[in-house]
């Protein structure tokens, strides 16, 4: 089983949005994305995650690891790359 919880709490917002965008080729939605982070407790973390969040998303499209693909989904972008934590399959990834 996936360890969410510990994920939100070990690894940099910008790198759990990255590896969530790879998981459907339909990519995610942004409410999707807040509530992953809202489920696994990002406030204990951040505090109010909620603008830390916009301001991730923003530099991931900036850098073009991400890019909004229509129907108010993330893609992944042209500069995307796997996390390291999910290419050393932590928490439980498969």
Do not use: C
């Not at 939100?8 to 992953?36: K, N, Y």
């Not at 830390?52 to 850098?63: P, R, S, W």
């Not at 073009?64 to 989904?73: T, V």
């Amino acid at each position: 089983m996936v360890n969410f919880y510990a994920m939100v709490q070990d690894e940099e917002m910008e790198d759990i949005i990255t590896f969530l965008v790879e998981l459907s080729e339909s990519g995610i939605s942004h409410p999707s994305i807040e509530q992953f982070f809202g489920r696994y407790k990002a406030s204990t973390k951040y505090g109010k995650y909620n603008i830390k969040l916009i301001d991730a998303i923003k530099n991931l499209e900036e850098d073009g690891r991400i890019y909004s693909g229509g129907g108010y989904s993330y893609k992944k972008g042209p500069n995307w790359s796997k996390p390291t934590f999910a290419a050393e399959k932590k928490y439980g990834l498969e």
